[in-house]
Structures are given as structure tokens and as C-alpha cells.
């Protein structure tokens, strides 16, 4: 069978033995692999992720001099069932996997591994118990989606935001855009989306965004006061003070009506949850720097480089800092319905689509965000450029 591979950076279209399914696996015919991020990272800092991965207790993640075929968005049919599957899947199914996969006692990273090799070829393996027919004749385009869909619920999920409180999405990229489409099908109010590309930003709008920005022009904070969030410390001090007046007055112990307070939540300062998807070095201490005080960070971009930012800016303005990876099996699963049942539509994100062929010149074009933002493989096209 055909599959892109990639060695030392280099990818190249090769020749490689059809997989056969193991015990609990399927053998898929792809239809649909996105380019992912993580793709682009993979091709130039494979071994620094390798390293970190090895730190974690993984040591398959892919290394550079190894001939690996990525690909972990993807979308098949079914072809064949290994041995001890359940086969409720039938043969011609069209279904979407999370991207892992048992091989003897080790579990592997699809589409990041040797021993797991991705959706860039004409066949692949996936995990019988992690893969899901796909619903209501739900488009293969969209369908193959779910898998990045799916970071940006578990990012939302992960980060408590409740409808009232403002979004602020820094980064408009593939997965700044999974977090806006969920942050609205949450039902969250606001949502604010920052990005440089005014094409970019033209996405986050089609994707729900309620108001973009220009962070050039100006700051996706500017608007802290006009939804109640505190930027200043003279502004703390002024609501401690304030509201100590006001309790002592009451004929109540004021401690206990403070109590009170914090436990139905009231007690804590109005502030955002920003979400930061750029992944370079200098954003986190940006936006730690520049957002509302409590403001709740949520890290979803994977900078692959060493960063640092002033642990004392976050502490005067207790900041919350969360970082988030992946996501759940029912978190892969409700991502997969709501696009079934049309809760999000993420089919703008989608601008191209390239054979096996043109994979290379895929990778090239994602660079420019004015002209692409998720690009599909589809081992049966011949098209060669997007």
C-alpha cells in the first residue's frame, strides 16, 4: 500500500506492506486524515517531544531517524477484524478511532509511533474498543474531525467556564478554533477570539465568535471593565475595604455572611477564562502579564521549546494556570455526536485537501495562516497542492 513517511524531516510517498489486524483491532481503508499541529511540530522537534514523553513514562513516541507515518485525525471504513474483536462494526462502516493502539503489553500514540502507524497511507490500524461508527450520515470532511474537535471540548471542559463568565481565546489556529465551537455549544455568552491573521479571525467569527480582535491593534482585554473584571490592585483593595464596610454594618457576624458567600461563589472576583492556543515561546508570560486579575489560564497550545514567565506577576494577581492535553473516550464520543447532530459545525475550518502525493507541499502551505488552517489527506485524490 501507499503512505507518506517521514525520516530525518523528509517526507516522502512509499511503498510499505498492507497492516494485518491484531486481536482487538480493525483494519480500515482511510478515507480522511487531517493535518494536525502536532504533525508539523513531530516532522521538526521529534525528538525534544520524544524526550519529554520518555520523562512521562512513554518511550515510543516517535524519534527522527525513525521512518514513521503520521496521521491521527482520520476518518475509514472498515476492511477486515483481528482476532477476538466483537465485530460489531461491520465491514463498510464508516468510523472515526482515538488515535491509540495496543501492541502486546504496550499501548502506542497512532500517527506519532513506529509501532502505530497513522492515517497518511491508504490503510491503516485502529483499536476496535476506541472506535465509533459514524452517526446520521454525518459528512467523512467533518466527520474526520472529531479528533481535534475533541481537545477543544476537553480544553472547555477542563477549564469550569460557566455561561456567564467571558471566554478569551488567544490564537485562532486549528485548535483555538475547536475551543470557540465549544465554548459556544457550552451556551458560554462571550467569546472573545484573538489572532494577528485577519483570516484567521474570519474563521473564529464563522466558528461563533462574538466579538475578534486585532491583538496589533488592540488588546482582546480592553473590554475587562465593561464585564466587571478587576485589573488593577488599587481596584482590590478598594472592593476589600469597601465591602468590609458594608458587612460590619450588618447586624450579623460578618464572617459568617463572607462564608456564606464563598460557598455559593459570590465571594470570588468576576474574571475570564483565557484560553491560550498559540504554543510559542513568551505568550503564557503575555498573557499572565496582561489579563484581568483571577483571570483562570487555560494552556492548550504545545510550545516545544523551553518558556518562563514571572511566577511573582501570578501570584499578585492570582492567577490560575491549568494545562490540558487530549481528551476522554466520552469526550471523543460527545464530540462526535455534536457534530452529528449539527451542535457545531466546523466545516469552514476546512480549506483544502490533498493526495498522498501532496502531503509535503500541504505541510508547506499550512505556514501561511492567511490561506489555511486544516488541510485533509485523502489517499485516493491526486491532487498534489491546495
Known amino acids: 500500500m501507499k503512505a507518506v513517511t517521514c525520516k530525518n524531516g523528509k517526507l516522502e510517498v512509499a511503498e510499505l506492506p498492507a497492516p494485518t489486524p491484531g486481536r482487538g483491532q480493525l483494519l480500515i481503508d482511510v478515507l480522511r486524515c487531517g493535518i494536525c499541529g502536532s504533525d ?7 525528538d525534544e517531544a520524544a524526550d519529554v514523553a520518555r520523562e512521562v513514562g512513554y518511550d515510543g513516541l516517535m524519534r527522527s531517524d525513525q521512518e514513521v507515518v503520521l496521521g491521527h485525525e482520520y476518518c475509514g471504513e472498515v476492511v477486515e477484524h483481528g482476532p477476538g474483536s466483537r465485530r460489531s462494526l461491520r465491514a463498510g462502516t464508516r468510523v472515526v478511532s482515538m488515535p491509540l493502539l495496543r501492541k502486546g503489553k504496550d499501548v502506542h500514540a497512532v500517527g506519532l509511533s513506529v509501532h502505530a502507524p497513522g492515517g497518511y497511507a491508504e490503510q491503516m490500524l485502529v483499536q476496535e474498543s476506541l472506535t465509533f461508527a459514524v452517526p446520521n450520515g454525518l459528512a467523512t470532511d467533518v466527520a474526520t474531525l472529531t479528533e481535534p474537535m475533541a481537545v ?16 478569551i481565546v488567544i490564537g485562532c489556529g486549528p485548535v483555538g478554533l475547536a475551543v470557540v465551537c465549544m465554548l459556544k455549544a457550552r451556551g458560554v455568552r462571550t467569546v472573545i477570539a484573538s489572532d494577528f491573521s485577519p483570516g484567521r479571525r474570519a474563521l473564529a467569527q464563522a466558528c461563533g465568535a462574538d466579538v475578534v480582535v486585532d491583538p496589533g491593534v488592540e488588546s482582546p482585554y480592553a473590554s475587562a471593565g465593561e464585564h466587571g473584571h478587576l485589573t488593577t490592585a488599587g481596584e482590590i483593595f478598594d472592593l476589600a475595604v469597601g465591602t468590609m464596610d458594608k ?10 455572611v463572607w462564608q456564606v458567600a464563598e460557598a455559593v461563589g459570590l465571594a470570588t472576583p468576576k474574571h475570564p477564562v483565557v484560553f491560550e492556543c498559540v504554543g510559542v515561546p ?7 502579564t496582561s489579563a484581568p486579575l483571577y483571570s483562570r489560564v487555560v494552556v492548550v497550545g504545545v510550545c516545544m521549546e523551553p518558556d518562563r514567565f514571572r511566577p511573582s506577576m501570578a501570584i499578585n494577581k492570582e492567577i490560575d494556570l491549568r494545562f490540558v492535553l487530549g481528551y476522554t473516550p466520552p469526550e471523543f464520543r460527545d464530540t462526535l455526536h455534536l457534530l452529528a447532530e449539527g451542535k457545531v459545525d466546523p466545516a469552514r475550518i476546512v480549506t483544502g485537501t490533498v493526495g498522498l502525493a501532496g502531503v509535503d ?16 489527506v485523502d489517499p485516493k485524490s491526486s491532487a498534489v497542492s491546495v
Open 361 to 376: 507541499n500541504a505541510f508547506s502551505a499550512l505556514g501561511d495562516p492567511e490561506t489555511h488552517a486544516k488541510i485533509l
Open 282 to 288: 513568551g505568550v503564557i508570560e503575555d498573557v499572565i
Open 152 to 167: 477543544g471540548l476537553h480544553a472547555v471542559r477542563r477549564s469550569e467556564i460557566a455561561k456567564n463568565q467571558v471566554g
Open 40 to 46: 508539523l511540530h513531530a516532522r521538526l522537534h521529534a
Open 247 to 256: 458587612l460590619r454594618r450588618l447586624p450579623l457576624p460578618w464572617h459568617r
